[in-house]
């Protein structure tokens, strides 16, 4: 049986050089499950306030609408010189 390191080759799941675990903290950090997105949600309720919010939601929206419009007239200006 080989060893390997720290661990004397007996865990498989959890690496402790330093590239595994910055590669595991990666993996950990981007997890947001339901509890998490309901924290950040107060949070921004808190900072921005009941009456900023739908003004931000309707500048995110025609902001959006806007790329997406830029973007398809874009295609349909290769489209035609193709």
Same mark, same amino acid.
């Given at each position: 049986m080989a060893i390997s390191g720290i661990t004397n080759g007996t865990t498989k799941s959890f690496c402790y050089? %330093?590239?595994g675990v910055f590669a595991n903290l990666? %993996? /950990?950090m981007f997890r947001l499950g339901p509890a998490e997105l309901l924290i950040i949600a107060i /949070?921004? /309720?808190f900072l921005f &306030? &009941? #009456?900023r919010l739908p003004e931000m939601g309707k500048g995110l929206g025609e902001g959006i609408k806007n790329f997406k419009k830029a973007? #398809?007239?874009d295609e349909e200006k290769e489209e035609k010189h193709a």
């Open positions: 050089t %330093a590239r990666e %993996a /950990l /949070l921004v /309720l &306030g &009941g #009456k973007f #398809k007239s």
